[in-house]
């Protein structure tokens, strides 16, 4: 067991896969494989590291099942697909792409109703009227549900949706939706709204980790690997490189220390010189205050990787892992 490599399971196609080729590729960690009908691949640079290509939905329920130690997908699919996720799983690391939010939408005829409040006066007025419940069309069963239950809503009835779940309204199929949108542009031109209070969940695409599956050490020193490379780079664009020759002044000490206990800045010193890292927001505000201490020159560069001696995200979940 000690030698049994880390899985990592990763969407097959699709606008999401390409953009976690890209975030792992940046991050030092690129994939090799998964094109035409290959569904193994390898992370370059890591031998102990397998990659399955798998359809969106079946990550969450083979990280579920403990069949693969990583998965990358949405956080909409990880809550949905899953029983219990929080007991399954740990989500590592929102990845900052695949945004969407999940949100409920009604007719934009229906003016009088705002929010959830409305919403569910409307259900129990359409139960009487027609003798029916209101429908809602989703693709999203235990999220509706769960959101519809927080908001005292019982009286309407769900509707899966096999397809574009914006157009029921429009085609009869149901009278209200909960759906995944990006911009609200498709919702807009299919007439619809979204509800003041009707965000489910904002969704990215997320780093999940296994606690169902066997570690062995080996996987677990590429799971180390693999997360100082996510975190180094992660930190390295949030901060820049400042170099700058101190020009002899006296107040260059005091000026480093303010620095550093203000704005959080990483000193070096160099002889009569030195280097920090600057939070990237700070830039200028540091930089003037380098050249008021009398430095005569100042330059500016991007890190690459920042990494730091411990990984929090990586002593997390060991702990946990250790523990059950």
């Known amino acids: 067991m000690s030698n049994e490599p880390l899985i990592?399971?990763?969407?097959?196609?699709?606008?999401?896969?390409?953009q976690t080729h890209d975030y792992l590729a940046a991050s030092g960690l690129a994939i090799t494989g998964g094109q035409g009908r290959e569904y193994t691949g390898r992370m370059r640079g890591?031998?102990?590291?397998?990659?399955?290509?798998?359809?969106?939905g079946e990550i969450p329920a083979q990280l579920e099942a403990g069949n693969i130690h990583l998965g990358i997908t949405g956080e909409d699919l990880l809550r949905e697909k899953t029983l219990d996720m929080d007991a399954c799983m740990v989500l590592l690391k929102p990845l900052g792409f695949g945004r969407a939010d999940l949100v409920v939408a009604v007719p934009r005829a229906w003016i009088d109703v705002r929010d959830m409040d409305d919403l569910n006066e409307v259900c129990t007025d359409f139960h009487r009227r027609h003798g029916r419940r209101l429908r809602v069309a989703t693709k999203y069963l235990t999220l509706t549900r769960g959101f519809f239950a927080d908001h005292g809503i019982s009286d309407y009835r769900i509707v899966e949706s096999l397809g574009a779940t914006e157009g029921a309204p429009n085609s009869g199929a149901a009278e209200a939706i909960?759906?995944?949108?990006?911009?609200g542009s498709t919702l807009t031109?299919?007439?619809?709204?979204?509800?003041?209070?009707?965000?489910?969940?904002?969704?990215?695409?997320?780093?999940a980790a296994s606690l169902t599956a066997r570690w062995s050490d080996s996987a677990r020193r590429a799971l180390r690997q693999i997360l100082d490379m996510m975190q180094g780079r992660s930190r390295a664009n949030e901060f820049k490189l400042v170099q700058f020759a101190s020009g002899g002044s006296k107040s260059m000490a005091q000026t480093l220390a303010a620095l550093e206990k203000e704005m959080g800045c990483t000193v070096q010193l160099d002889g009569a010189g030195g280097s920090l890292h600057c939070p990237t927001a700070s830039l200028y505000?540091?930089?003037?205050?380098?050249?008021?201490?009398?430095?005569?020159?100042v330059s500016v560069a991007q890190l690459e990787y920042i990494f730091e001696p411990q990984n929090l995200l990586y002593d997390d979940l060991i702990t946990r892992l250790n523990g059950r």
């Open 285 to 297: 505000t540091v930089m003037t205050r380098l050249r008021d201490a009398g430095c005569s020159h």
């Open 8 to 18: 990592l399971g990763l969407q097959s196609k699709g606008r999401l896969a390409e």
């Open 178 to 183: 909960v759906d995944i949108t990006s911009t």
């Open 46 to 56: 890591l031998d102990n590291v397998e990659i399955v290509f798998l359809q969106s």
């Open 189 to 207: 031109a299919n007439h619809l709204k979204i509800l003041d209070d009707g965000l489910i969940l904002r969704s990215q695409a997320c780093l």
